[in-house]
């Protein structure tokens, strides 16, 4: 079983790693004028497979066992019922195009949750780590080397006034971003050991500070001021010793000084030198703000009054968007706002109330880690909090849902630190 299920996620990961780089294969091979088109069909054949492989997994794991450990997490349950009336909704309405992509991917994050729960219900936390070592290993190739080629060609698309860096996401730049945020985090809290050998820790250096200098050429305001600012939250609550505090205090400070310097004197994330100094009659509001802005008031203005409680269904609201007549592939760039027009209050405020208690449950465990008896169980924990908090909780200009290819790990990571985040679990277990 423990190597089946070794197998299982390592599989799984490798669909995820393919899926990372699709765009960027297609774009090179000369395929780039049907692109888009062949890309969400490669995506969507991976969603697929992964639902086929969970499903068969899950069923043969409860036939042979007679029962598989399920999460005692109420606000996931809740969150998962909502998600099902929302795809009911749309197959009701014959909405198959738009409710099984959506469908797909919010049930496999259903389900990678519940199989890494189980996994680190059996065994040992370090082996929660070995299992996604090759997929860490395989993210930070394709990532350097789409990157940097990308660098080395000048093949750099000029958007919201920066050359935006898009990698093995080509002309996609916030999933870039997010696989990016998603990477680090992984080897700065999973990889990184205090004991290794000095080239170890140079090589280590090496590669954090290339995929760090990637990371900041995607130009991702959210993501960047995410990253930095969730690390900092998570390392000062999670320590018990002033000192140590008072360097993060320092580390903030440094940060913030140094950033803004580079940022008003060299040309260093200009998209945010842009937000702060840009103004219109609304205040200080650039263009891809303004565009976010717009689409929460014609979302707000164009939703009927029945589907206010209700939604329009899972999956649909890029359909919703265009039938309103504002523009055609326009997605939300917003959890909060794709949860309401999708599903309406109900799924809202099921929404909300999952992201607030996780965000609690993390924060309390955090700040007792140092009761936690095993070290990679606090790596674990600190890479989920940092990944939730970072992209989960503050996604209210992203679409990380969409992108499978992130969102997946996370879910996978919450999974693992399921038993923690169990009300009735105690801390030193």
Not at 84 to 101: E, H, N, T, W
């Amino acid at each position: 079983m423990l190597l089946r299920q070794k197998i299982l996620i390592q599989f799984i990961l490798f669909l995820l790693w393919i899926g990372s780089i699709n765009y960027s294969v297609i774009y090179y091979l000369g395929f780039y004028q049907k692109g888009e088109l062949l890309a969400k069909t490669i995506n969507l054949s991976i969603n697929s497979i992964i639902f086929i492989v969970l499903s068969v997994f899950l069923f043969s794991h409860f036939k042979i066992h007679k029962k598989i450990k399920l999460p005692k997490l109420q606000v996931f349950w809740l969150l998962t019922g909502i998600i099902l009336l929302m795809a009911i909704g749309s197959l009701v309405q014959l909405k198959f195009r738009d409710v099984i992509p959506s469908f797909l991917r919010f049930i496999n994050y259903v389900g990678i949750f519940i199989i890494g729960y189980n996994i680190k219900k059996e065994y040992h936390p370090s082996y929660c780590i070995q299992i996604l070592n090759p997929f860490i290993l395989l993210s930070v190739i394709s990532c350097l080397g789409f990157g940097f080629f990308e660098i080395y060609i000048g093949d750099i698309q000029y958007l919201n006034n920066a050359y935006r860096l898009s990698g093995s996401f080509k002309f996609h730049q916030l999933a870039f971003g997010m696989y990016l945020f998603t990477i680090i985090t992984c080897i700065l809290f999973l990889k990184y050991n205090s004991q290794d050998k000095i080239i170890k820790k140079i090589i280590f250096g090496v590669v954090l500070a290339l995929l760090l200098y990637l990371f900041m050429r995607v130009h991702s305001r959210l993501l960047s001021l995410s990253l930095f600012t969730t690390l900092l939250a998570v390392s000062f609550i999670g320590t018990k010793q002033l000192l140590v505090k008072v360097k993060i205090i320092t580390a903030t400070m440094f940060l913030l000084v140094t950033g803004l310097f580079l940022m008003f004197n060299f040309d260093f994330q200009p998209r945010l030198k842009n937000l702060l100094l840009s103004k219109n009659n609304s205040g200080f509001v650039d263009s891809s703000s303004k565009t976010r802005l717009d689409i929460i008031n014609n979302s707000l203005a164009a939703i009927d009054n029945v589907d206010v409680l209700i939604g329009k269904g899972l999956g649909t609201f890029n359909s919703f968007y265009e039938k309103a007549g504002f523009k055609k592939g326009v997605a939300a760039h917003n959890n909060y706002l794709l949860f309401f027009i999708e599903g309406g209050i109900l799924a809202l405020a099921a929404f909300i109330l999952f992201e607030f208690i996780m965000m609690i449950k993390f924060f309390k465990i955090i700040k007792n880690s140092y009761k936690i008896k095993h070290e990679t169980d606090k790596k674990l924990l600190f890479a989920a909090a940092t990944l939730f908090i970072g992209i989960e909780f503050l996604g209210f200009l992203l679409n990380n849902y969409y992108f499978y290819q992130s969102e997946t790990v996370i879910w996978l990571l919450l999974g693992f630190c399921g038993p923690f985040l169990e009300r009735k679990v105690k801390i030193h277990v």
